[in-house]
């Protein structure tokens, strides 16, 4: 009984002396082509890669609400209703996995995934490709900078992506305080031990505080699960995939209300309370909730650059 | 030759062709080669990195997930790369699918592992956490049971060391303490909300923790490991055989570079030493175009290349002529006159010469010249003397024979340089003149072989045209003062009517053909003419005539043809002539003789005059020379041999004339002294036709 307790209290030190789980974005990026960048910008913002011209990517990643959208689902061409709420489109490049359920590995395979979305923009490659190269605008600047006189699908994905690669919101108060820039406050720093103690780093860590593994929603406590939105199930058809999604980021977590897949919560409060239910299997109390809340607002990182130049 | 070249060419193109490939495809090879190895590196490393960090991931309560989120990536697409490698589609490597195959196929199984464990290793963890933070307060909750506590910290003890030993056998005691929990009538919400949280939390833990050991299992199997390890090994064993493979080209090649190397070696070595072949061949053709081989002297063609050059500003030649020397190639075969060439080229070389440029030549046969600049007549002269001195003082020695030779030399230093030099050298030797003679123009000797040709032009037309003409003087017996014969006299009429006499070209057409023509003229003309005369006739015939075989044809059918006047001809042999064939003078006496013919010997007493060949000839007459003649009446001396002459011919029963009868007081004396005939201006030159007189008083 005393050697386990020794055991466990040992193990809890080790634990306590290791590395911080969550790591700094940083504060620049190498490798990026600005011109690329900005093209990407320019087709992002873009309702033109829309079936009926009133949707661009912008509409439902919406750079006023940290990159994701307030809606319970987006709306998409036609007033479509999306499946799933929208997930942010900040530091995604930084995402294990691409969409809610994990479905394909890098930027460029999600890419497509809306633009051909039957309820989002319900283009086609050929359709996007028709579209641009009569765009006399977009056929000199992509000229100028694939130089290519016909635009490809390849290439408009090249440049939003490298527009999405640009997308990172550093410079956090946490981050800060991670490079001990700065000192947390008081309740931020409760915050962030509670967010450990608890157990929420266990899934939440990493440079996206998140999204580097699955979870189930509803470990302890079941999930209303809903099959019209597409979990890892629906990818793999896994029995124990089932209300299984991507552990989301929790940057910028304030901005990107409502939460979760199904916008179950709509603040940040319910869903930590949801959260501490469901997947940690415990009762929190109101300090915790606040102290946590405290916390997760210094994950709010400076406006992505690219955002902001001319 | 070509062939050889070509194929060294070929061979060489080949060989370059062939290792460029070479280089190219061993370098894409090396390229393939190192991606794969790479790869399956990288593999490894992505391997070992996910398995570190679930080690990392399990022990630690907080740890950053992201690396095995990388180490899968890495994993999955440094498997994609190895798959879709080129190397591994070509043939001898498809024997490695099976490897890849399961190697993708655990790959993508480890993913879901991966995940899972993830997935349940967060519940667990948290749960353990949880269990252990929460059960402190069993005791403030419960204080009067001790069951629960105890219950409470059996199963987290049987559970950590589950947890620990990854040994299920502990959820067995976990069950029993659990139910004890679920059985325990709460008192209060408070104790209710606590039980059931931890019920909740084991309950989660007993549930999933057979998955979560073996999903950890799975993870720990080190089948990935294994199947990377023997890919590698697979892989190499193959490659090696590619590298034994590229290793025989690379030798292969080798052998053909050092091959075409060699055989290029080969041919340059032959080509360099044909090049000096021929460059030895060229100096030989060099040699020989400017140097006689016989004597090691610049030779004619030399002599006319250093004119034409005009490398001498003044030159003057030594023309060297050895005298007689087809003599001494006759009489001692011609190695003896190589062998003077040889020695003469090397004496002629005289030190005196050195400061003059001097250049020697063998200018062919027996001519040698020495080619000098700017020397003074004055100078030339003693050193030419000089030189026919040590010359003629030399003795050639050739098997005990000694041989003495002597040179003629003209000097000369006016242009054409060796043309003059050899006229006046042949005009030297004609006219016996000095040893040593220089060229002047004073000498005339252009001119002079310039009327030669002349002459003999118009001789030539003039025996074509028929103007060769006998002319005819009378022979007058002074004892009976009448006309006895007459000589035929040759004659050339010229275009312009007027007349020549013989000393003008007959020594001149005595070199030529024509000499013939004006001999045979003359015969037919003379028989023609004394036909059907009473008179006897004489003709002037030359040794050189004797000789002319053809000639004695034409005179013999002459005098077969006319017999009577064969029997008062008279020939006149020329005493003076220089070589006398007197086996062939017996024989022409004899045949002439045979026809009743006469013969005479002209200009008796001068030249080789010889008493003791008139004793072996049968001579009738002796014509005494004009030359001593003339001067019998000044001259006592001339006077006695005039006497001894006519003594002797009497004596032998020869008659005699005399000629150059000028003065009557002459033609009494020679009546006097008892000789035969005379013939002279005083009595009559000689005419077209005979003389109208048949006797001449004096």
Not at chain 2, 289 to 302: K, Q, V
């Amino acid at each position: 009984m005393q050697k386990t307790f020794f055991v466990l209290i040992l193990f809890v030190v080790t634990a306590v002396c290791a590395l911080e789980p969550i790591e700094p974005l940083p504060t620049t990026l190498d490798g990026i082509n600005l011109e690329k960048a900005k093209l990407g910008r320019t087709l992002f913002l873009d309702p033109i890669l829309s079936s009926d011209g009133t949707i661009s990517c912008a509409s439902c990643h919406s750079f006023e609400h940290g990159g994701a959208d307030k809606r319970d689902v987006s709306l998409g061409v036609q007033g479509r209703k999306g499946d799933i709420q929208s997930p942010t489109v900040y530091n995604s490049r930084y995402n294990f996995k691409q969409f809610w359920n994990g479905r394909v590995d890098s930027l460029q395979d999600q890419a497509t995934g809306p633009l051909t979305a039957h309820s989002e923009m319900d283009m086609s490659p050929e359709k996007i490709e028709k579209v641009l190269n009569k765009n006399l605008y977009y056929l000199k600047q992509f000229k100028k900078i694939y130089h290519k006189s016909h635009i490809t699908i390849d290439d408009v994905v090249d440049a939003l992506v490298t527009f999405e690669m640009t997308l990172v919101t550093p410079n956090s108060r946490f981050d800060r305080y991670l490079r001990g820039e700065l000192e947390l406050s008081e309740d931020e720093k409760r915050g962030y031990s509670t967010f450990k103690a608890l157990g929420c780093i266990t899934c939440h860590n990493g440079i996206n505080v998140g999204a580097n593994s699955f979870q189930k929603m509803g470990l302890f406590k079941p999930y209303k699960y809903n099959t019209k939105f597409p979990d890892r199930y629906a990818h793999t058809n896994k029995e124990y995939h089932k209300n299984v999604y991507k552990v989301p980021t929790l940057r910028n977590i304030t901005l990107t209300a409502p939460y979760f897949h199904d916008a179950q919560a709509k603040t940040l409060e319910e869903a930590v309370k949801m959260m501490a239910t469901h997947n940690l299997g415990i009762s929190i109390t109101q300090q915790e909730v606040d102290d946590i809340i405290s916390f997760l607002k210094t994950l709010e990182g400076e406006r992505p650059m690219i955002l902001d130049l001319p | 030759m070509i062939n050889k070249i070509f194929l060294a060419l070929v061979l060489g193109l080949f060989s370059i062709g062939i290792t460029t490939y070479y280089y190219f495809d061993q370098r894409d090879y090396a390229q393939k080669y190192k991606t794969v190895v790479n790869n399956i590196q990288e593999l490894q490393n992505a391997y070992n990195t996910i398995s570190y960090e679930i080690l990392k991931n399990a022990i630690y309560s907080f740890s950053n997930q992201d690396e095995i989120a990388h180490g899968i990536q890495e994993l999955n697409q440094r498997y994609a790369y190895l798959y879709n490698s080129p190397l591994l589609q070509e043939s001898q490597y498809l024997t490695l699918d099976n490897d890849l195959i399961r190697l993708g196929t655990d790959i993508s199984v480890y993913n879901d592992d991966a995940e899972h464990y993830l997935m349940l290793n967060a519940g667990i963890k948290n749960s353990f956490v949880f269990l252990l933070n929460y059960s402190e307060r069993s005791q403030s909750l419960f204080p009067q049971d001790k069951r629960i506590e105890h219950d409470i910290s059996t199963i987290i003890s049987e559970l950590s060391n589950m947890r620990r030993l990854l040994d299920k056998e502990h959820l067995k005691n976990v069950t029993t303490h659990l139910q004890d929990l679920k059985n325990f009538d709460t008192n209060s919400s408070e104790q209710k909300i606590y039980l059931e949280t931890v019920i909740l939390h084991v309950t989660y833990i007993q549930q999933n923790f057979p998955q979560f050991s073996e999903t950890v299992s799975h993870l720990q199997s080190k089948h990935i490991a294994t199947l990377i390890k023997n890919l590698k090994n697979d892989f190499n064993l193959i490659a090696q055989n590619d590298f034994v493979l590229i290793d025989t080209v690379a030798l292969i090649l080798l052998i053909l570079i050092v091959l075409a190397l060699t055989s290029i070696i080969i041919l340059l070595v032959r080509s360099q030493r044909e090049n000096s072949r021929l460059k030895r061949l060229k100096q030989d053709l060099e040699y020989l175009a400017n140097y006689d081989p016989l004597t090691g002297l610049l030779n004619r063609n030399s002599y006319n290349h250093t004119m034409l050059q005009k490398k001498y500003e003044k030159p003057t030649i030594l023309l060297i002529n050895i005298n007689n020397f087809k003599h001494i190639n006759n009489l001692y075969g011609t190695e003896v006159g190589d062998y003077i060439l040889q020695e003469v080229s090397q004496l002629i070389k005289l030190p005196i010469f050195d400061p003059f440029q001097p250049n020697y030549y063998h200018l062919g046969g027996d001519d040698f010249g020495v080619l000098l600049e700017s020397i003074s007549s004055k100078q030339i002269m003693g050193y030419a003397e000089a030189l026919t001195q040590s010359i003629k003082h030399f003795i050639f020695v050739d098997n005990d024979v000694e041989i003495n030779i002597t040179v003629n030399i003209a000097i000369n230093s006016q242009l054409p340089l060796l043309e003059n030099a050899d006229m006046v050298l042949k005009h030297s030797k004609k006219e016996h003149l000095e040893s040593i003679v220089f060229f002047s123009k004073s000498l005339g000797l252009k001119e002079q072989i310039q009327n030669n040709i002349n002459t003999l032009q118009s001789l030539s037309t003039a025996i074509d045209a028929h103007s060769i003409l006998p002319y005819f003087q009378p022979i007058i017996s002074l004892e009976t003062h009448q006309v006895v014969k007459y000589e035929a006299l040759v004659r050339q009429r010229n275009s312009d009517g007027s007349i020549t006499g013989p000393d003008a070209f007959i020594n001149l057409a005595a070199q030529t053909p024509l000499y013939r023509e004006l001999t045979k003229t003359m015969i037919e003309q003379v028989f023609e003419h004394f036909k059907d005369q009473p008179y006897r006739f004489s003709i002037n015939l030359s040794m050189r005539d004797l000789l002319d075989s053809e000639l004695m044809v034409i005179l013999e059918t002459l005098l077969e043809k006319n017999p009577e006047s064969a029997k008062r001809l008279e020939i006149e042999l020329l005493e003076s002539e220089n070589l006398f064939d007197i086996q062939a003078t017996e024989h022409f006496i004899t045949l002439l003789k045979s026809y009743g013919c006469r013969i005479a010997i002209d200009d008796f007493g001068t030249g080789y005059s010889n008493f003791s060949y008139l004793a072996r000839l049968s001579v009738d007459t002796l014509k005494i020379d004009g030359s001593l003649i003339s001067k019998i009446l000044t001259d006592e001396k001339y006077l006695k041999t005039v006497e001894a002459i006519v003594h002797y011919a009497n004596t032998l029963g020869v008659e005699t004339v005399a000629e150059f009868v000028e003065t009557q007081e002459l033609a009494q004396k020679l009546k006097e002294i008892g000789i035969t005939y005379g013939q002279g201006y005083f009595f009559s030159k000689p005419q077209a036709t005979l003389s109208e007189r048949t006797t001449f008083d004096f």
